[in-house]
């Protein structure tokens, strides 16, 4: 029978061997060494102290006290003051950890118009440690156990509600499943569908057709792009593929800013029907419309037809990591099992917390007041493009924190968006989210997370670009 006792104290690991001919306090010494001069144990680190070990090693403090001063005496280990024992900061043989290079700094930019991202300084931090407070506060134990794969029943039920009230979704607590953000449920409907042979999925061109391309393939599904106009998707041009189902952004489309018409929702809709085809509804910043009411999700229209996803990403953060599908009841059960094998359920204390941020009001109160800064935002650059480069065409405010700029036909997309940021100004092409590359000059311009100071000195910066006619 091995005589080995292993113990793991709290703080440190050691196994001795009563059976060896080794002494113990040999035994701990050596492994102590080994310890430091192989990394586990840090410069700086804290050991335990000899009484805590000894108890532990069911050893006299005795022999720990010897251990500890033999490999002071050596060194490897420091205690100043009778305060405790730590690793000497200059352990012998310690490994070099691996080297790795310097991150560069970023480059000082006078404005980043990165498209797609809040406010990151205006995320409701306070709010959102509130709303985890209470979550865990009123939570009851049973709560804390692997929860049901469609997320949290009150979440279900207050995002139903929410998505009810704001976003006209057709949306039973029951059809609601609780996702890693978009990106997540996105991958789990494409999953769902292709397990039912429907592998050829189209895509918005322009559109994140790379980010789609790649979560198709994860499924082994392919994408067609399908041409986007003035008025959203061209339905006609979706008809004569043969993909059976379409991801769209119907409420302000990704990356062209347009709102999918009256008249194309309906036609979509008729597509889905006669060609038993399938719409995923990409919902991702439709809480931010300025110029006249919300237009519905397409959901609502046909809620037999569409997955509409949904985010915070946009609306808090997306480091948050939380969204939602509402899934048609044919493909409930396959969507629930999928994300259940993906992760069994999104993180409860975090679905918990978002269900008590929205039923406060904390959530309203918070799209509000960003609704109101992005529409100041959106203002300074209609109005600094008017005043700099008045020529410029802008599209694609009705909603959102992005618009597109169109340049003169002949202007050189990629050329200004280098030169713009030789001047410290970022901004980016569309020519990057079309299947070819091509297409008239345009610039998306994301302001949420620009400041209006920036806004202004950027567009200013970058005007003579703006007016050059090559
Ligand atoms: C078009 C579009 N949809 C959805 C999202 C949000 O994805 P997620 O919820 O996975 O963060 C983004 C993020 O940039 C996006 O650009």
């Given at each position: 029978m091995s005589a080995e006792r292993s113990t793991s104290g709290p703080e440190l690991l050691l196994t001795l061997d009563r059976s060896a001919a080794t002494p113990l306090r040999v035994q701990v010494e050596t492994q102590l060494r080994d310890a430091v001069r192989t990394g586990r144990l840090g410069a700086g680190e804290r050991v335990p102290s000899s009484r805590a070990l000894a108890s532990y090693l069911g050893l006299s403090r005795g022999v720990i006290q010897e251990c500890y001063a033999q490999l002071q005496a050596e060194g490897y280990l420091i205690s100043r003051g009778g305060s405790m024992t730590r690793v000497a900061s200059v352990s012998v043989g310690t490994q070099t950890p691996p080297t790795k290079s310097e991150p560069r700094p970023a480059p000082r930019l006078v404005a980043d118009f990165e498209s797609g991202v809040p406010d990151l300084g205006l995320v409701p931090r306070q709010d959102w440690v509130w709303a985890v407070r209470e979550a865990c506060r009123v939570a009851p134990n049973s709560a804390l156990h692997y929860g049901d794969p469609r997320g949290d029943l009150t979440l279900r039920e207050v995002l139903s509600a929410y998505l009810r009230r704001v976003?006209?979704?057709?949306?039973?607590?029951?059809?609601?499943?609780?996702?890693?953000?978009?990106?997540?449920?996105?991958?789990?409907?494409?999953?769902?569908?292709?397990?039912?042979?429907?592998?050829?999925?189209?895509?918005e061109d322009p559109g994140s057709i790379g980010l789609l391309t790649a979560a198709a393939a994860t499924v082994g599904s392919e994408t067609v792009p399908v041409p986007v106009d003035d008025l959203g998707i061209d339905v006609a041009a979706l008809a004569a593929t043969d993909a059976r189902v379409v991801i769209l952004t119907p409420a302000h489309q990704w990356p062209t800013g347009v709102v999918l018409a009256a008249e194309r929702r309906h036609q979509l809709v008729a597509w889905a029907r006669e060609h038993d085809a399938y719409i995923i509804e990409d919902d991702y910043d439709a809480e931010f419309r300025y110029d006249r009411e919300p237009v519905g999700s397409i959901q609502g229209l046909a809620p037999d037809r569409v997955i509409a996803l949904g985010t915070v990403s946009k609306s808090l953060a997306p480091a948050l990591r939380l969204g939602w599908a509402v899934v048609p009841n044919e493909l409930l059960d396959d969507v629930t099992n999928a994300k259940r094998i993906a992760d069994r359920c999104t993180s409860v204390i975090d679905q918990l917390a978002l269900a008590t941020l929205i039923e406060s009001g904390r959530f309203d109160r918070h799209l509000r007041r960003m609704r109101a800064e992005y529409s100041e935002r959106r203002d300074t650059l209609v109005e600094a493009l008017a005043t700099h480069a008045p020529h410029v065409r802008v599209t694609g405010l009705a909603a959102g924190f992005h618009a597109v700029a169109h340049l003169p036909d002949d202007a050189?997309?990629?050329?200004?968006?280098?030169?713009?940021?030789?001047?410290?100004?970022?901004?980016?092409?569309?020519?990057?989210?079309?299947?070819?590359g091509d297409g008239p000059p345009r610039l998306v311009l994301g302001f949420g997370n620009t400041s209006t100071r920036a806004i202004r000195s950027g567009i200013a910066t970058i005007a003579e670009l703006l007016n050059e006619t090559p």
């Open positions: 976003r006209a979704v057709d949306a039973h607590a029951d059809q609601v499943v609780v996702c890693a953000g978009f990106q997540q449920g996105l991958g789990i409907a494409l999953q769902t569908l292709a397990r039912r042979g429907v592998t050829r999925v189209a895509c050189d997309e990629q050329d200004i968006v280098d030169r713009a940021l030789a001047l410290g100004v970022r901004i980016f092409g569309m020519a990057r989210y079309t299947s070819t």
